[in-house]
Structure formats: C-alpha cells, structure tokens
C-alpha cells in the first residue's frame, strides 16, 4: 500500500521532500493519529503541504486503515491544537513588546500594530474563520489573533469550524479519488502560488507607501 502512496510525484526534494516522505509513512503506520500529528506540523511549518497530508489521509481512509471519521477528526484535532500553539506564542509575545519590535525596525513604527489591532478587533473573528481555508493564511492568521488577545473561545471554536471544513474537502477528495487523489494537487499549487504572489505584493505595496511617506516627511 505505501508504494502505491509514495507513487504520487509528492515529494520536491530537499528538506520538505524528506519531511514529506516522513509524512507519508507516518501517515500510513499511525492512521488517524498520524492524521492529526501531521496535520499539527504543518499548523507550525506552514511550507508542509496541507494539500498533500489531506487528501493522503482520506487515501488511506478508503484503504481501510482508518475510518473517514478519524481521517477528518485527526486532522481537525491536529489544525486546532497548531493554531492554539501559535496563538498562545503570540499572546505571550503581547502588542507591547511588538510595539517596541517595531519602533526599532526600519519602515515600521508603533502605530502599525495599533492599526493592526484595531483592524483585528472589528474583522478579526471573520479573518480567523475564512483563513483557515486559504494556504499560507491558515496557519499565519493565529499570530495576529494572538497579539490581539482575541477572544479565545471564540477563537478555538471558529477555528475548528473553519478547519473542518477545510480538511472535510481535501480528505474527501482523497477519498473519493483513491489513487489519482493527486490529480488535484496541481490546481492546489497553482492556487497557492496566487495567494503568495498577492503577499508578496502587498508587502512591495507597504514598503513603497511607508518609503514614500518617510520621503514627504522629511521634505516637508
């Protein structure tokens, strides 16, 4: 059965390549359980693929080695725990000392994390449900909940919602599809790449406002 798996060209070489071989043999020995640990690593590492640990474990699902319910369950219980961890890293770091951070950072200053906050406070339960089902997003939205101090139940439990959706897509999808589930990885890729261009672009687009503000200051 795991030369069937690891037939899927997964695997990019290098350290995520190997981590993700790991993946898939713990994956395959451990079940739900692995579901959950898997999924858990790559709430913290978000270079992880989510895209491949998903629609792996409905794979092995429909393989028999674990129940669609424990494939789904374990990769919640997994997103949850790793948000709550990032989350928790966050709220110790506090917006005090991010506050300071920035104040000593070129093109960053204090009140960027008061507008961060403020921002957070009205549109940040909405952001935490709708990142968990966007790459990259998902895993980095817990930081900015963090140092906001945002409410934790609510926190935990849209989360859970949010995650659960996104799993219940990906682990069908690899159920449903049995061996080809990684046909839908190159829409997944590709869909990942836009939502990393457009960070990409929106930190050149505060670098240029932030540069262009400091230059009127100090022209003024």
């Known amino acids: 059965m795991i030369e069937n798996i ?18 898939v043999g713990l994956m395959s020995v451990m079940g739900g359980l692995g579901t959950g640990v898997a999924v858990l690593l790559e709430n913290l590492f978000p270079p992880i ?5 998903l629609p792996l474990a409905g794979f092995t699902a429909a393989q028999g080695h674990m129940t669609l319910f424990e494939a789904i369950g374990g990769a919640t219980v997994g997103s949850v725990v790793g948000a709550l961890m990032l989350y928790g890293i966050a709220y110790a770091i506090g917006a005090g000392r991010m506050r300071r951070l920035f104040d000593r950072m070129p093109l ?5 994390i008061d507008k961060a906050n403020a921002w957070f406070a009205r549109y940040g339960l909405v952001s935490v449900f709708v990142g968990r089902v966007i790459p990259i997003v998902r895993s980095l939205i ?20 949010g995650s659960a959706v996104w799993n219940t897509i990906l682990v069908m999808a690899g159920y449903l599809l049995g061996a080809q589930w990684c046909s839908i990885l ?3 890729d590709r869909f990942q790449y836009a939502v990393a ?18 230059l ?4 003024a």
């Not at 690891?6 to 993946?23: E, K, N």
């Not at 693929?49 to 640990?53: A, L, T, Y």
């Open 142 to 161: 817990s930081i900015p909940a963090g140092i906001a101090r945002t409410n934790l139940a609510k926190f935990t439990l849209l989360t859970a919602i």
């Open 6 to 23: 690891t037939a899927c060209p997964v695997s990019t070489g290098g350290f995520i390549g190997a981590m993700t071989d790991w993946l």
């Open 108 to 112: 960053t200053d204090a009140s960027d």
């Open 216 to 219: 009127a200051v100090k022209n």
């Open 49 to 53: 693929p989510s895209e491949v640990i």
């Open 186 to 188: 190159g829409f997944l």
């Open 197 to 214: 261009a457009i960070v990409v672009a929106l930190v050149v687009w505060y670098v240029v406002v932030k540069v262009h503000a400091r």
